[in-house]
Nanobody
Framework: QVQLVESGGGLVQPGGSLRLSCTAS????????MYWYRQAPGKQRELVAG???????NSGDSVKGRFTISRDDAKKAVYLQMNSLKPEDTAVYYC??????????????????WGQGTQVTVSS
């Protein structure tokens, strides 16, 4: 059983910073690309940033230059450093990872897993 657990959300004033963390646990063979998504009230979930197993990154236009994604494979973790936060960044932030697990008898399965989400509120 694979679990992703996020932490680091909270209330911050506009212009402030937060660092989100997401750690994977369980019987994991490899972690491929890791992502951060967010969903604001009444809106669809959107991709914030992604990072491959090689360390290549991409991010959405609305967060470019303000948010930075990174990962620590030894800790099975992905991070999102968020600077210059704006009220429109308010959302539930979700971690997602493409993970390969062994189901037994040498059978490998690769699928996306989601965390439970962490609330980020940017308000004065």
């Amino acid at each position: 059983q694979v679990q992703l657990v996020e932490s680091g959300g909270g209330l911050v004033q506009p212009g402030g910073s937060l660092r989100l963390s997401c750690t994977a646990s369980g019987t994991i063979s490899t972690i491929e690309t890791m992502y951060w998504y967010r969903q604001a009230p009444g809106k669809q979930r959107e991709l914030v940033a992604g990072i491959t197993s090689r360390g290549d990154t991409n991010s959405g236009d609305s967060v470019k230059g303000r948010f930075t994604i990174s990962r620590d494979d030894a800790k099975k973790a992905v991070y999102l450093q968020m600077n210059s936060l704006k009220p429109e960044d308010t959302a539930v932030y979700y971690c997602n990872a493409l993970i390969t697990t062994e189901k037994g008898m040498g059978v490998m399965t690769t699928m996306h897993y989601w965390g439970q989400g962490t609330q980020v509120t940017v308000s004065s």
